[in-house]
């Protein structure tokens, strides 16, 4: 059994501030000024429960839950959660070599049209981070 906050008022706490390490600020104040009262609720339940639980668990680095959301959001072509998570992926240390490996892996088991399109969306998004042509 792993320990880790256990009230929705601490997995809201732990959640917000892994959530605003892996994102970054700019996205979380994004999210948080967004929210309405129509999405507010979606808000807090990602928060606590993808951030303040599955990503507080001990069993895995952050930089490994970053290698499979990457693969995983490919393979579902959730685009646009995709390009966030690279941005993530670079702020848990993983260098544009292991995305690229990810990419490729996914090109085996999520099919060819993915990781090529997987390439062509983080192409840039890793350019401006890095300030290079990656």
Do not use: K
């Not at 339940?45 to 970053?66: M, V």
């Not at 995305?99 to 890793?126: D, K, M, S, T």
């Amino acid at each position: 059994m792993t320990t880790g906050p256990s009230t929705d008022d601490e997995r809201r706490a732990a959640g917000m501030a892994t959530r605003r390490e892996v994102l970054g600020d700019a996205h979380v104040d994004r999210a948080v000024a967004n929210a309405t009262p129509f999405t507010a609720d979606f808000q807090d339940f990602i928060t606590r429960t993808a951030w303040g639980d599955l990503w507080q668990r001990p069993g895995l680095a952050r930089r490994d839950r970053s290698l499979l959301t990457l693969a995983i959001t490919v393979a579902l072509g959730h685009w646009d959660e995709f390009a966030l998570h690279v941005r993530a992926a670079v702020n848990n240390g993983l260098t544009d070599e292991e995305i690229g490996e990810v990419l490729q892996h996914c090109a085996i088991y999520a099919g060819v049209p993915a990781a090529n399109h997987a390439f062509a969306v983080a192409r840039p998004i890793l350019e401006e981070l890095r300030g290079t042509s990656a």
